[in-house]
């Protein structure tokens, strides 16, 4: 600022104000220190790229499902971070399905965005390299990138499912069901591992007929749960992958005559008035994270592609310390 | 595509590959088919603009705060349509702030969207007439412009919450309590009408301190309930004014002794476990019919801008029916 001060003839004070268009400087002054700026190539911080080009930046964000509540805190904090850097956000969802997942990336590279953040539907992102190279950031959010190097954001998914399933074990369950999302997603994959790790460590085995892995949709968790608890030996404890799941294992067990204990991954709106214990994520640390992790590569910081990993935190409301029925 | 066909000198079922990106085609069939295209300026039903222009279309969606869940449904539902159409959506919230409204508004104008969905935080939109001269297609959805003629797609706050008064009113309440939103929001001002024409309907006065209009902040709120219950003749009923309202009423009641009633307006997930009474709006079909709207214009539907107005529905799930106390 000192240089274009000494460029343009005025004072730092009058540069701060062309540069924040603020008022009191006549049109001549201002022109000056323009040229001063454009011929000294002065940037003001991070919306270095938005000066340089010259035109609005903008951020792709790919979420999974625009309608689950877990995203509008995550996408909130990413747009308070976009907005602070004088950056849009452009929104879509992937609705799960890795084709779709990547038609929507393609079609936000060819709308030239500057950086991209993902929660990916898919397991394979080398379709991506040519746009990283061609110099789009990207971080990755929730779960990891398939089979390339990228920034990665994500909650604790393993140690929180773990802590879940020991709390569980703590009140006496021995026998604990899991019902999670598609294996193939990273975070279903890493929640049942955690269960499976606690189990053993509790030297607890586990009978296949407890382990529910598919679509989160009500109709599919629903039947799931009421076939655990009509067995000849039913589970007395249930650990639910994601909020979508808990939700609709709440809905089952309020009509439920035998009392079963839950743990849910993620807190939930109102979870507090229901007693659902829950392991919670903090949705807008990881938003917010992922987003000022891409604003430092847009500032041209370069280093390897690194993974953050966020914890979670189990919060006992009285579901999650019911004893084991019978 | 006949012409198109003519022009290139092939078969009907070669242009609808080439359009389709489909294979079967020679690098030179494809040439001659695309040069017909251009010279007969042909277009692909919806995709209109997008052909037109040569590049991904994208609409703008500015909603009041991305991590209000009543948000949700709505946004995926817009996405669902302008997917259907080929569309990018690119999405900021005002945080119900005018000047923030404006400022993301004419920023995706900057960035030239093709059309414009607006939850306004504002009540004056004429800083929108030279988009909107220019082609920039814009429906309001939730509330409606402001000082100039646009299309709207709204919920009718005033109907439901009418009828949200009119049950307590009928299960023997007098002493009824509106907390809302800031009274400059539309919404706000149409409940706390349709609740004053329910008072009315019956016969039955206001007192001043039954209403409380302002911030949606949890502080606020709470305040305002816990100063109405403590007064010599406290309300027996509360309608609150929206989601964010009835989440801290519902946690201010569930530690209260007396049993006060409770209407909400907006449903909210799990509202059906807790037995809260909501006046419901289907915030998908508000984003649904606001987005088919906004395409129908840029398929270049010509005709006077118009009011849609979707109906509520009350629930009732035993909050509402709670008698009056003492």
Not at 57 to 69: K, Q, T
Not at 207 to 213: A, C, Q
Not at 233 to 260: F, K, M, Q, S, Y
Request: proline share 5%; glycine share 10%.
């Amino acid at each position: 600022m000192k240089d274009v001060a000494a460029r343009a003839g005025v004072g730092l004070k009058t540069v701060s104000r062309v540069v924040n268009a603020e008022p009191g400087v006549t049109p001549d002054t201002e022109r000056r220190v323009q040229e001063a700026i454009e011929s000294l190539g002065f940037r003001r911080n991070d919306s270095a790229r938005v000066l340089r080009k010259g035109r609005t930046a903008s951020i792709g964000l790919v979420l999974e499902d625009l309608a689950d509540p877990f995203y509008g805190p995550l996408s909130r904090a990413v747009e308070e971070v976009a907005r602070a850097h004088g950056a849009l956000l452009i929104n879509g969802s992937s609705a799960e399905d890795p084709g779709r997942e990547q038609e929507l990336v393609l079609a936000l590279c060819a709308r030239r965005v500057d950086g991209l953040i993902v929660i990916p539907a898919g397991d394979d992102h080398r379709y991506l390299e040519p746009e990283i190279k061609a110099g789009v950031a990207t971080v990755f959010v929730d779960r990891p990138a398939g089979r390339i190097e990228a920034d990665a954001v994500l909650s604790d998914s393993f140690g929180g499912a773990r802590s879940g399933a020991a709390h569980l074990i703590a009140h006496g369950h021995r026998r604990i069901a899991f019902i999670g999302d598609q294996p193939r997603i990273h975070t279903a994959a890493e929640r049942l591992r955690g269960y499976r790790a606690a189990m053993a460590d509790a030297g607890l085995a586990i009978d296949d007929s407890w382990v529910s892995l598919g679509s989160t949709a009500p109709e599919r968790v629903r039947d799931a749960v009421a076939a655990m608890l009509a067995a000849p030996e039913p589970v007395t404890a249930i650990l639910a992958g994601n909020n979508r799941v808990t939700v609709t294992v709440v809905r089952h067990l309020a009509a439920c005559e035998r009392p079963v204990a839950l743990v849910g991954f993620d807190d939930i709106e109102l979870a507090d008035l229901l007693g659902i214990t829950v392991i919670a994520q903090d949705a807008a640390a990881l938003g917010r994270t992922a987003a000022e992790r891409l604003f430092r590569r847009l500032d041209g910081v370069s280093e390897a592609p690194r993974q953050v990993t966020l914890d979670t935190a189990l919060i006992p409301r009285g579901s999650g310390e019911i004893p084991p029925a019978g």
